[in-house]
């Protein structure tokens, strides 16, 4: 489900190379592709995941969304590369609100940058097949220097 008032979004992926775009609207109960786009990044706009050109990203943004004639604000975007650290945890088991309040803790032995430079999200998988009393979670970070970045381009394209 989409966490939306319009139940309308357009997804962009941004890579080292391109940019993909898709664009869903909901019609009554089901979601329908509206638009499906691709466009090349001119070398070396983004390394690492580290935004270097960002007047070249937001130019390929806006370009895109002129070409398939997007007018829909509801953005999502993803985001990758060293900035980004994924990496699945084993915990005691608790409930998730716990967890919120531990995980921090927990994270300082996965993740190499200081916590105060990265947002942490997390997602509980379940619990453990093969451990009694432990669960498997999904732990993510991401460096809030890098989400700003990225949050700056979007807001100027």
Not at 1 to 11: A, D, E, K, P, T
Not at 50 to 71: C, D, G, M, P, V
Request: proline residues 3%; hydrophobic residues 40%.
């Amino acid at each position: 489900m989409l966490l939306y008032r319009s139940q309308n979004l357009v997804g962009l992926d941004i890579g080292t190379s391109s940019v993909k775009l898709v664009e869903i609207d909901k019609v009554k109960n089901a979601y329908r592709l509206k638009n499906v786009g691709i466009a090349k990044l001119p070398r070396d706009t983004i390394v690492n995941g580290t935004i270097i050109h960002a007047e070249l990203l937001e130019q390929t943004i806006n370009n895109l969304f002129s070409e398939y004639k997007i007018k829909n604000k509801n953005v999502a975007i993803s985001i990758s590369g060293h900035p980004v650290i994924i990496k699945k945890i084993t915990t005691d088991l608790m409930a998730e609100d716990e967890l919120e309040n531990t995980l921090p803790f927990e994270a300082e032995q996965y993740i190499p940058f200081s916590l105060d430079e990265v947002n942490i999200d997390f997602q509980i998988l379940g619990p453990c097949e093969d451990k009694e009393n432990k669960m498997n979670v999904m732990l993510v970070a991401a460096k809030k220097a890098m989400i700003t970045d990225y949050i700056s381009v979007l807001q100027n394209a």
